[in-house]
């Protein structure tokens, strides 16, 4: 459990990083956002759709037999993509961070002052982040209670689309205020909602659920995952993307790497 936790803190984390990548506005590359993000979706859906439900139905199907099992996997799984769907829809998505982080404001910064409106931005793009973060967390630490390795390789993909992440609530409140002190605070934050996520999430199923049924959580954030990758990442991709090659190769190269990650590792769940 102590591995879990330590695997699911350094996946959020890597918001850190994308907050450092923030405070370069050299490196704000629209391009770059869109392949990066595509690249997070091919990795979370090949690995849900590759690993993750093939072995809650293994381990389920031992319990009550293939078909059964079949039917309690897909539908907890569609019931993990509804409940992204619906805090998706309560989460205002009007801000777009890669518009946010122009010469004008730049300009501002350098001569000193504050723009509140747009360091109101990013601390809400902040908040938002961190309630996106909240099934990712429970996500990798569930994988990892499964399997190490497995869990290893998910934190690794949850970790890559937690950059661009850190990067869009760094830019605009670097932007605002040009403390790089603050915009990596703000960014921080965000990321640590994922332990934060993993254990209320994981005392949450274990309250509900018998410990032979947990598998039923993987099919759970698996679903989640799916979802949040047909809501959030491929859209944001399409937005930033100059051509559609950019997010093409960036997703097809996630899922290459995500097939070549689990053949290495060789460590299925359950």
């Given at each position: 459990m102590a591995l879990a936790l330590l695997v699911t803190t350094l996946a959020g984390l890597a918001t850190c990083l994308g907050g450092w990548l923030g405070t370069r506005p050299a490196l704000l590359a629209p391009h770059v956002l869109a392949a990066s993000?595509?690249?997070?979706?091919?990795?979370?859906?090949?690995?849900?759709?590759v690993e993750i439900i093939p072995?809650?139905?293994?381990?389920?199907?031992?319990?009550?037999?293939?078909?059964?099992?079949?039917?309690?996997?897909?539908?907890?799984?569609?019931?993990?993509?509804?409940?992204?769907v619906v805090i998706s829809a309560l989460i205002?998505?009007?801000?777009?961070?890669?518009?946010?982080?122009?010469g004008r404001e730049l300009e501002r910064t350098r001569r000193g002052e504050v723009d509140a409106r747009l360091l109101g931005s990013g601390m809400l793009l902040a908040v938002v982040v961190g309630l996106h973060n909240l099934p990712e967390g429970l996500a990798t630490f569930v994988s990892?209670?499964?399997?190490?390795?497995g869990g290893v390789v998910l934190a690794v993909a949850i970790a890559l689309h937690n950059v661009p992440e850190g990067l869009a609530v760094a830019a605009p409140i670097y932007a605002a205020t040009g403390s790089r002190?603050?915009?990596?605070?703000?960014?921080?934050?965000?990321?640590l909602a994922e332990p934060v996520g993993a254990v209320l999430g994981y005392l949450a199923l274990r309250a509900v659920l018998a410990p032979e049924w947990l598998d039923l959580s993987l099919a759970l954030v698996?679903?989640?995952?799916?979802?949040?990758?047909?809501?959030e990442l491929l859209p944001a991709a399409r937005r930033y993307q100059r051509r559609t090659r950019e997010s093409l190769?960036?997703?097809?190269?996630?899922?290459?790497?995500?097939?070549l990650s689990l053949w290495l590792l060789?460590?299925?769940f359950g």
């Open positions: 993000l595509a690249f997070a979706a091919g990795l979370m859906l090949t690995i849900s759709v072995g809650a139905l293994a381990g389920l199907g031992e319990l009550v037999g293939p078909g059964p099992a079949l039917a309690w996997v897909l539908g907890v799984a569609v019931l993990g993509t509804l409940t992204v205002p998505h009007r801000l777009n961070p890669g518009q946010t982080t122009g990892t209670l499964q399997s190490p390795s002190a603050r915009a990596l605070l703000w960014a921080t934050l965000s990321g698996a679903g989640m995952m799916i979802a949040v990758s047909f809501s190769v960036g997703f097809l190269l996630g899922a290459v790497v995500m097939v060789a460590a299925p």
